[in-house]
């Protein structure tokens, strides 16, 4: 199994190497590379999650940096592999979507070589056996969501989304990488298991352990896109709708929420830091919900709903349940990864990204309809799809630490995450039920819209694929089985009590309130209901606007003094030499180019100049000489 784990990420990471290597009109080689390392690493992932049963580690001595070893090597267990499953299914999703997506991109091979990249690195995360080896596979994603999000570069806002997406996500990584250099040293190793033992065991004080935690939470809150480090994601709807579904669904954001989980120990000896979490995920979960609802672009609505789903995930990591947040983490993967694709077959079809000029798409996109359809279900929780079960039971661990007093939290986080995540619901339903009318109920809006059509089947079959862990993943939820390899103890990952009751009342008041608004006036946009509001949440309560102003605008401005201070002072000064010399040198060279009788006068007068000089030293110098006889 080791040697497995080894391969896992190593597999993609050969067909990226190759791919790079191939021509770019080189389409079928680069898709056979791509396809056939997702399909490879989907086999394997599969492979370990029906014989793992335990934590299986392997490693070896790659460096050292002083006194410490960094060590590169394999760390499984069930939770890994269930994790490695999913992101090799969205990765093999994707690849083969991408075929028909990109079918005129001249750059399709560049780009099939960057998401192998992009899995690999992901699941590098999710098998790695140290913190450093761990930390090489989460910069690398950094890396590669840059060079996805900016791949078009026919679209100007691609390049400013690519960039913003880099930059922020560093602002929390440099957190991140003092975290683990912290563990590092105080527990003397990077290994991930003797980090977990040297907490367990107290060898670090509370103070540092919780220092460490937070800045880790600085990375996670980069990388998941957490208040107030989430302003990157919907932007990143400027790269290709595929490359969104993979972000959103199974790599990048993903990859923060199963950090936690995987360190869970350190955080779990520091409450404060799980406090704060419950605080970042609760405003997340309600600000991407709220913002969801006035965004007229079908995946801009899409990406605050991400946005909103990882406060759940957040949420469940903070209230001190890590098979909470990884079930969820699982169902999520799922139905955003099909509603992306499911968006984008919508995009294709009618050449839009905008719901304004959508309408009456389920007449002729009955596929693209039914898929979606599972899919918007299952974000809103509908019983007895994924979401439901995932959710409900996100809500039920909030409700037992904040009622039950029973949580490494404090009780107060519990309920925050609870009421928060309650009224999450109601948002979700509200939003997702506007999407899906706007989208494929009432008369067509637009000129595309009346003669739509469905997707080629590389298009299609992701989306038959997708929608059926969707719909039916949640029926592993009984299992106990299935809860024990997620990490719960008493193998139930199940939440049915009096929460569930309220959760269908939050459901049905949502999705009652879009019916009710859009019947009205089917034309009409639901979101227009919300008044005065509305322009407050679609630009998110203008935190960009406030980043713009307090961190972007100050920066651009003290880099253009420093640009300007360092053209006039440095670069003047240089420069200034460097002309003076050429000036004196180009007046000797005309000097030196003289006619010969001007040059003799020269000399000449030089000559007569050279002897007055020495007459007059002689007889000012006489006299001294002959009074010091």
Not at 75 to 94: E, I, S
Request: proline fraction near 5%.
């Amino acid at each position: 199994m080791r040697v497995v784990g080894a391969l896992l990420p190593l597999i993609p990471f050969a067909a990226a190497l190759a791919g790079l290597l191939l021509k770019r009109r080189s389409r079928g080689a680069a898709a056979a590379l791509g396809i056939g390392a997702a399909a490879l690493a989907l086999l394997l992932a599969v492979l370990l999650a029906s014989t793992v049963d335990t934590t299986v580690e392997w490693g070896r001595r790659l460096a050292d940096l002083g006194d410490l070893d960094v060590t590169v090597g394999v760390r499984l267990d069930p939770a890994a592999a269930l994790v490695a499953v999913a992101v090799a299914t969205v990765a093999l999703a994707v690849q083969v979507y991408s075929v028909a997506y990109l079918a005129d991109d001249e750059r399709y091979a560049p780009y099939a070589a960057q998401v192998s990249l992009f899995t690999a690195a992901m699941l590098l995360v999710v098998v790695a056996s140290d913190l450093v080896q761990l930390l090489v596979g989460w910069e690398v994603m950094g890396a590669c969501s840059y060079l996805l999000i900016a791949h078009d570069r026919s679209l100007p806002e691609a390049p400013r989304a690519a960039v913003k997406a880099f930059l922020v996500t560093r602002v929390g990584d440099v957190g991140f990488l003092l975290g683990i250099a912290l563990l590092g040293v105080g527990t003397g190793s990077f290994r991930i298991s003797q980090v977990l033992d040297a907490v367990a065991q107290g060898r670090l004080g509370t103070a540092t352990v919780t220092a460490a935690a937070l800045l880790l939470l600085a990375g996670v809150a980069g990388k998941s896109a957490q208040f107030p480090l989430h302003t990157w994601l919907p932007d990143a709807m400027a790269g290709p709708t595929p490359i969104s579904a993979l972000i959103h669904a199974a790599t990048m954001v993903a990859a923060g929420v199963y950090v936690v989980a995987r360190l869970f120990g350190v955080f779990l000896a520091a409450p404060r830091a799980l406090a704060t979490l419950g605080v970042l995920a609760a405003v997340t979960m309600l600000l991407g919900a709220l913002a969801a609802t006035a965004q007229d672009d079908i995946k801009r609505v899409l990406a605050w709903s991400t946005v909103s789903q990882l406060g759940y995930m957040t949420g469940a990591l903070a209230v001190g349940s890590p098979p909470a947040a990884l079930f969820h983490l699982l169902s999520h993967a799922a139905f955003k990864a099909l509603l992306f694709l499911a968006a984008g077959a919508v995009i294709h079809a009618v050449g839009t990204n905008s719901m304004t000029s959508m309408g009456g798409l389920r007449r002729g996109m009955p596929v693209t309809f039914a898929t979606m359809t599972i899919g918007l279900a299952a974000l809103v929780g509908l019983p007895p799809l994924a979401g439901f079960w995932s959710k409900d039971n996100v809500l039920a661990v909030a409700a037992q630490a904040g009622f039950g007093h029973a949580g490494p939290a404090p009780a107060w986080v519990g309920s925050l995450v609870y009421f928060a995540g309650l009224a999450t619901v109601a948002i979700t339903a509200w939003y997702a039920t506007r999407l899906w009318l706007r989208t494929f109920f009432g008369q067509p809006r637009g000129l595309a819209a009346t003669q739509p059509h469905e997707p080629p089947w590389a298009m299609r079959g992701p989306l038959l694929a997708l929608a059926v862990p969707s719909a039916l993943l949640g029926f592993a939820a009984p299992s106990r089985g299935f809860g024990r390899a997620l990490g719960a103890a008493d193998g139930s990952v199940l939440g049915f009590g009096w929460e569930t009751l309220l959760v269908f009342a939050f459901l049905a008041l949502g999705v009652a309130g879009a019916v009710v608004v859009w019947r009205r006036d089917s034309f009409a946009d639901p979101a227009e209901a919300l008044g005065a509001a509305r322009p407050v949440f679609a630009e998110a309560f203008y935190l960009d606007v406030a980043q713009e102003a307090l961190v972007v605008a100050p920066m651009a401005a003290l880099s253009r003094l420093a640009r300007r201070a360092d053209e006039s002072a440095v670069d003047g000064a240089v420069e200034a030499t460097g002309r003076g010399t050429s000036g004196l040198g180009g007046l000797l060279s005309r000097a030196h180019r003289a006619g010969l009788p001007r040059a003799a006068t020269a000399v000449l007068a030089g000559a007569v100049l050279l002897g007055v000089l020495a007459a007059l030293i002689g007889a000012l110098a006489g006299p001294v000489v002959g009074a010091a006889r």
